[in-house]
Each structure stands twice: as structure tokens, then as C-alpha cells.
């Protein structure tokens, strides 16, 4: 009797309000787009699926990273009157018609909360679901799901003819009054997680991946870092920050005694804040690998330099590959943050962890997530910085995506963690073959007797079409020096030549030999052989207002000075002694004597905490190869500048 009910009534309705429902789908077709039905899977009785018809109310807005925008903010003017009136409830007519639902009964809810019923609750699914309910009529979604599912279930045991007529009269009253169309706080009701009971069952259905990604969301996760550097101490402090338990794992001794001390030692990380996190017991170092065993998300983030034949040289890479791999275990997520050539993710990282015999998607995750640190920023950070993220398989994707989310305020995802090796490995060579264009002019003005500094404020005054980059003594750095030529290396074993990029290193890496060569013209015209002349060189880090040197132009060029017998110091605010193969000195304090006993002071890095005035005034002779002096007054100059 109730299926002969619920057809005939639908039927009448279908035909009754066929006009209504055109004009409906008219005005969705014209305000929000097509497609102008929204269709879900839900379970209907006995909890077998079926395809759920209603009016869509949302549109398909996404953010400028491609994220569908939270539902308040996609939830049309249209599609609000259509929830008051419960209009988009009218295309479920079909599911009576074909049998899926009833006009009364149990809401159909979603596929994945079947496993989170606990034993009563599942019983709301003994029936077919229905258009309203008894929990519709009591409340709808001012309720809280326990007190919706008790309802339910008092349904399934009450059911019958009477019951139904009520529950449809009073549903009648609930439209007209609009009763309980939103959950407080919410556009749609909150996720429902289950009950304590219901938990225990999900727990214990939960695959590898769901209970990770359960972890995660509810930053239970626990983390390491691997390599705890100028890129592992920033992200570890900031994953610490937002509650997650973290464990640096760093093989130098005195890293590991800083961090467990509270003693910070990279200038990108802020002083209180990793002290707090570590009293806070949120974040400690080990030197051992043993802890895998004991996390849930592994991040790697160890140096990624070149040979001397300008190969890479991943050895650091798959060392930790293989010491995770010793103690690997089941569900567990694997990301690589050094910046690499595409490939290294899947062709030399999961070879050496699947040696522990588990299976990545199945067993472990793995994801490229390259890191976008540069020091010294301050109007960029970790969680600022927009992170790329790329997985060997849709579950690792998903996965690191997820985590990288919890941290970072933009997370955008590649279709493989080769393409996200590559975006980085571009990005850092895109720079240095711009960088190698201007340095080339630099050499080209030389030849001609031109400022390059004038030619370049000339150029960029152009509104478009136009990007700055400066010339320098060259580049240097854990980036722009090295990862072209992983890249390169990479582009040569498919037998594809880059000749850009090759020309790009060659005119970078000669540059501080064009340094000295114009530091010898310069001293000649004064009458002094460069063998016998006394050089001090202005800055030494790689780059302004940081303290790192590796790979830094300054010490080549201090190495091609002191290979032609000068005598030469260096003046470093930020770095106080250089401990460099074939270089062992220690920071010249910048006196009016000292200044003005040097032949020749070279400035090769533009630090913000240098008295450059008190150079230029004291100096006999500046080479200046930044511009930093470019905004000094004409008579500081007094013909004692050189420009590169």
C-alpha cells in the first residue's frame, strides 16, 4: 500500500508541477549555469546506492588555484530561496517514480557515513529513505545527528499509514515556516565523523590511507624532518606551530643540541617562536633514524649539491632513502623537498624504500613537494610561499596535499611528482638564464663604454614586456648555481641538448672572472700591479642580508685575487670567518684605517648593515659591482667609483 502511495502522489505532483519545475530549471540554466540538476550517490534501504536527483543551488566557483570555494560562498541568492522553500527537494520526485526513495522516510545521507553508524543508528537504513522524515518535521538540521538518527530510527519502528499522512502535513507547515533550514554556523550541516561507538567500527574499517589522512586533519600526525637546515627548521617550527608533533632527525650533533636548547641558528626562523614550540614539547631532534618507525609523515629535506663535473650528486638523497626504508612501515606518507631533476622521485627514492617490500599507494605514500625557500625574504615565509605538490599516485597526492594544506596557505597540485620536480628545477633556471642575459650585456656595455645600470632604468620603465634582473659578480647560492644543471644533466641522458641554459652557466660562472679583470684595469690606472695591491672585499654571503656563502661569487673571486699574489681581506657583518676550501680568513673590522689603507674595496654583496657612505668618503678607489651606491650624493662619489 505505501509504494502504491507514494507513486500515485508522485506521479500527480510530477505532472502538477511540471511547469514550476521548468521555470526552475529555466532560472538555474540563466543564474547559475548548467548543469541544472545535482546528482549524488546515497545509500537508500539496506544501504544499496542509488542516484539522488535535486535542484542545484551551488555554483562550481573555484579559487585562482582551482579549490571549490566553501559552501556559504557558492551558495547562490537562488539557491538560498530554494532551500527555504525546499524547492530543490522537487527533482527527487523521479527517485519515488523509479522506486529509490519514499515520500516518507530517513534522509538519504552520504555513502561514507555507512561505516560510522553504530549498530542502532545503521538501522534508519531498514527502510527506504524519504523526501521528509519524522527528523525533518522535529527539527531538521537545527538537530545534532544523534538526535536526528534516535528519530530515525523511532520511525522505522513506528512506521505506518497515519504516521506517514502527519509527518506530510507537517512538513507543509515546515516549508511555509522555513524551520530549521541551516545548522548554525554552517551553509549545510557539518560532516557527520559518527559516535563514539561508530568511531571504533569506522577506526577499524579504515584504510591505510583514511586513517592517515583522519591523523593529519586532526593534526595527530606525527612528523619528521629530515635534514634540519635552512629548509627543515623553518617548516618543521611552522609545523610544530599549528600542533603537530614534530621530530627533526639531523646527523650533526651540535643542530641537534641548538634545536633541543632552543637555539636558533637560521636567520628565516624567529627566535621566540622556536623556543616555544620546543618547550611547548611540540618539536625535538634526534641523530638517529630509529624514530621512523614511531611517525606517520616523513619530509626530506637534505642538500641536493653537484660534482665537480657539474653532475648531480644525489647521495644524500638516497642515503636517507635507505636508512627510511630499514624502518619504514605501513601508512605512511614520504615527502621530498630538495630540489632535484625530474624523475629522482619515482626513479631513485621508491626503488630504495620499496626495498622494505611495501608498495607505494597500497602501503606508503610518496610525494615531490620542492621547496620555495628564500632565505632572507621577509615579505615571504613557509606559509606564505604557494606550494607545489606532486604525487607518484592519486592517494599520495591527495595525502600530501592534505598535510601541505594544514600549513601552508595555498597548496596547488601537480599530475605527478615529476612535474613538480620539473616546476622547481624551471623556476630556478628560468632565473639564472635572465640573470646570465643581463650579466652578458654587462659585458657587452663594457665593450662599448656604457653603464649597464642606465641602460637597464632605461629598459624597465617600460610598463610591459619587461622583467627586471641585474647583472652581479655572479651568482651563488644553494639554487640559481646548481639546479640548471640538473636539468641539463637530465635534458642530456634524452639526448636533447639546452643550450640556453648551458650559455646561461657559462657567462654566470666567469663573471667573477671579469670582476677581477676590471679590478686590474682599475688598479692599473692608479699604477699599482694588482700582484702588489691591497684588496678588501665588501660582502661575502651569496646574497643581501643573509649570512650564507655557499656557492658565493666572493669567494672565487677572492681565490682568483689571492692567485695573482694580492693581498686580501674581506668585511662581512654577517659573516664573522670563512671556512671554504682554499680560503680561511675572518672578517676585517671596517675602520676609517682599514678602509683607507686598501688600494682597491670591491663590493660584492649589498648588505642593508653597511656604511657604504663611509666607504665611498674614505676609500681611494671603489668597485662597486651591486649599484649600492647609486642614491649617494655626487660629491661622496668624487670620481672614486667604478660601476660594473
Not at 502511495?5 to 500527480?12: P, W
Not at 515546515?174 to 568511531?199: C, Q, Y
Not at 583522519?214 to 599549528?242: D, F, H, N, S
Request: aromatic content about 8%; hydrophobic content about 40%; proline content about 5%.
Amino acid at each position: 500500500m505505501k509504494r502504491l502511495f507514494d507513486f500515485s502522489i508522485a506521479l500527480i505532483l510530477s505532472i502538477v508541477l511540471s511547469p514550476v519545475m521548468l521555470l526552475i530549471a529555466l532560472a538555474i540554466k540563466i543564474i547559475i549555469g548548467s548543469p541544472i540538476l545535482f546528482k549524488q550517490v546515497r545509500p537508500g534501504k539496506n544501504g544499496v546506492p542509488f542516484t539522488i536527483y535535486k535542484f542545484r543551488t551551488m555554483t562550481n566557483e573555484t579559487d585562482k588555484f582551482g579549490e571549490l570555494l566553501p559552501d556559504d560562498r557558492r551558495l547562490t541568492k537562488l539557491g538560498k530561496l530554494m532551500r527555504k522553500m525546499s524547492i530543490d527537494e522537487l527533482p527527487q520526485l523521479i527517485n519515488v517514480l523509479k522506486g529509490d526513495i519514499s515520500l516518507v522516510g530517513p534522509r538519504p545521507l552520504l555513502l561514507e557515513y555507512l561505516p560510522r553508524y553504530n549498530e542502532e543508528q545503521a538501522r534508519r537504513h531498514d527502510v527506504r529513505p524519504g523526501i521528509t522524515g519524522w527528523a525533518q518535521v522535529n527539527g531538521r538540521n537545527l538537530l545534532s545527528w544523534e538526535e536526528k538518527f534516535k528519530l530515525d530510527v523511532w520511525y522505522v519502528d513506528n512506521q505506518s499509514f497515519l504516521l506517514d499522512l502527519k509527518i506530510l502535513l507537517l512538513t507543509i507547515k515546515t516549508v511555509l515556516f522555513s524551520e530549521g533550514i541551516s545548522h548554525e554556523g554552517h551553509a549545510t550541516m557539518p560532516i557527520f565523523l559518527g559516535s563514539n561507538e561508530g568511531k571504533e567500527i569506522m577506526e577499524k574499517n579504515m584504510t591505510t590511507k583514511e586513517n592517515l589522512l583522519k591523523k593529519i586533519t586532526k593534526r595527530q600526525a606525527k612528523i619528521g624532518i629530515v635534514g634540519l637546515g635552512y629548509v627543515g627548521l623553518p617548516l618543521a617550527v611552522e609545523l610544530a606551530k599549528q600542533n603537530f608533533s614534530v621530530v627533526g632527525i639531523e646527523l650533526n650533533k651540535r643542530k641537534v643540541a641548538g634545536v633541543n636548547e632552543g637555539k636558533n641558528y637560521i636567520s628565516d626562523v624567529e627566535d621566540e617562536e622556536l623556543i616555544t614550540v620546543v618547550n611547548n614539547g611540540k618539536l625535538k631532534a634526534v641523530d638517529h633514524f630509529e624514530i621512523v618507525k614511531d611517525l606517520d609523515v616523513i619530509i626530506i629535506c637534505v642538500p641536493t649539491p653537484l660534482t665537480k663535473n657539474l653532475t648531480p650528486n644525489l647521495e644524500y638523497v638516497e642515503e636517507v632513502s635507505k636508512s627510511i626504508a630499514k624502518h619504514l612501515k605501513r601508512g605512511q606518507l614520504i615527502c621530498l623537498e630538495s630540489t632535484t631533476y625530474p624523475g629522482t622521485t619515482e626513479e631513485v627514492c621508491l626503488p630504495l624504500l620499496e626495498k622494505s617490500t611495501l608498495k607505494v599507494e597500497e602501503d606508503f605514500y610518496l610525494a615531490h613537494t620542492p621547496e620555495r625557500v628564500d632565505p632572507g625574504n621577509k615579505s615571504f615565509s613557509t606559509k606564505s610561499t604557494n606550494k607545489i605538490i606532486g604525487g607518484v599516485g592519486k592517494n599520495s597526492n591527495e595525502l600530501a596535499k592534505i598535510l601541505y594544506e594544514q600549513v601552508i596557505d595555498h597548496v596547488i597540485t601537480m599530475s605527478s611528482a615529476k612535474a613538480a620536480e620539473l616546476v622547481k628545477v624551471y623556476e630556478n633556471t628560468f632565473r639564472a638564464v635572465n640573470i646570465g642575459l643581463v650579466n652578458e650585456l654587462t659585458l657587452l656595455c663594457d665593450k662599448m663604454n656604457l653603464n649597464v645600470w642606465e641602460v637597464l632604468d632605461g629598459a624597465f620603465t617600460k610598463p610591459f614586456g619587461i622583467m627586471p634582473f641585474y647583472p652581479g659578480p655572479g651568482v651563488g647560492g644553494h639554487c640559481i648555481p646548481i639546479d640548471p644543471h640538473y636539468l641539463e644533466w637530465k635534458a642530456k641522458e634524452l639526448n636533447f641538448n639546452t643550450q640556453f641554459i648551458s650559455l646561461a652557466g657559462e657567462i654566470n660562472r666567469k663573471m667573477p672572472e671579469f670582476v677581477r679583470d676590471r679590478a686590474m684595469r682599475i688598479l692599473n690606472k692608479k699604477g699599482i700591479t694588482l700582484s702588489k695591491a691591497k684588496v678588501l672585499i665588501v660582502g661575502v654571503a651569496y646574497k643581501k642580508d643573509i649570512s650564507d656563502y655557499r656557492e658565493s661569487p666572493a669567494l672565487q673571486l677572492i681565490k682568483l685575487l689571492q692567485k695573482e699574489n694580492a693581498s686580501v681581506m674581506y668585511h662581512d657583518p654577517n659573516v664573522p670567518q670563512i671556512f671554504s676550501p682554499g680560503i680561511s680568513l675572518s672578517s676585517t673590522p671596517l675602520t676609517v684605517y682599514n678602509i683607507s689603507k686598501q688600494d682597491l674595496i670591491i663590493i660584492t654583496t649589498d648588505h642593508s648593515n653597511v656604511d657604504y657612505e663611509k666607504i665611498v668618503e674614505n676609500a681611494s678607489s671603489v668597485f662597486d659591482t651591486k649599484n649600492i651606491t647609486k642614491s649617494m650624493p655626487k660629491e661622496y662619489l668624487n670620481n672614486k667609483v667604478t660601476l660594473l
